[in-house]
């Protein structure tokens, strides 16, 4: 399909653990972006790239981290989740000059 | 650091009514303006605003900028139920075409 998608749409874990959220784009966009989105904060960057193997932070970084080997692929990856980090993540995609396209959303929950 | 302040934060309106929606930023490069919808999921494009006084318009839907005055006004006439969302604003800055957003206004449309 083409577009934006992102996996699981919807997760719940354990404090402690390890999780990665997927992103793919079929549009060979050069810039990924992960957002999360929580009550009375809006939409807060976590980490963009700028294109292959170039990642750098947004606004939230702490206990994340993002990597891009291919154009396409932008996983996020909660190194040990905590109960702070339930949110819903987008994940979203541009050329330069044009709008960012969004995922659907993943939500997770962290117990 | 951007910012972006978006008001008012809720708005309920009825059907048929017109709604102008505010958005004022601070950033330090600015690039461009851009105006969302999000109805319970992903964020949808409504309007790119990279010029001052050029009125942009999609059917019911309208915007402008004042890049003197650094504020944003999205105008709904006619408003109809499904125009309920919250209506994010966000700003590129100028650096690496990352977005700060607002954190939205809700606007709910009573039939």
């Known amino acids: 399909d083409a577009g934006i998608t992102q996996s699981p749409r919807y997760k719940i874990t354990e404090t402690g653990r390890q999780v990665t959220l997927m992103c793919h784009q079929t549009?060979?966009?050069?810039?990924m972006f992960w957002y999360r989105q929580d009550l009375g904060h809006g939409l807060r960057l976590i980490y963009y790239s700028a294109a292959a193997d170039i990642t750098d932070k947004g606004e939230v970084p702490d206990g994340y981290v993002v990597s891009r080997s291919k154009t396409e692929n932008f996983p996020l990856t909660l190194e040990s989740a905590t109960r702070s980090q339930t949110s819903v993540y987008f994940c979203?995609?541009?050329?330069?000059?044009?709008?960012?396209?969004f995922g659907p959303g993943t939500r997770l929950t962290v117990t | 650091e951007d910012k972006v302040v978006q008001s008012p934060l809720s708005l309920v309106v009825h059907e048929g009514d017109t709604v102008t929606l505010n958005c004022s930023y601070e950033?330090?490069?600015?690039?461009?303006l851009l105006w969302y919808k999000q109805e319970k999921k992903a964020p949808t494009f409504l309007f790119m605003l990279?010029?001052?006084?050029i009125e942009k318009k999609s059917g019911r839907l309208s915007s402008i900028l004042d890049k003197k005055e650094l504020f944003s006004i999205l105008n709904i006439t006619a408003t109809q139920t499904g125009d309920s969302a919250v209506y994010l604003c966000?700003?590129?800055?100028?650096?690496?075409?990352?977005?700060?957003f607002g954190k939205g206004t809700l606007l709910t449309v009573n039939p």
């Open positions: 966000a700003v590129d800055g100028g650096s690496n075409y990352k977005l700060t």
């Open positions: 549009w060979s966009h050069s810039y």
């Open positions: 990279t010029s001052s006084g």
């Open positions: 950033v330090t490069n600015f690039r461009s």
């Open positions: 979203a995609s541009s050329e330069m000059l044009y709008e960012q396209y």
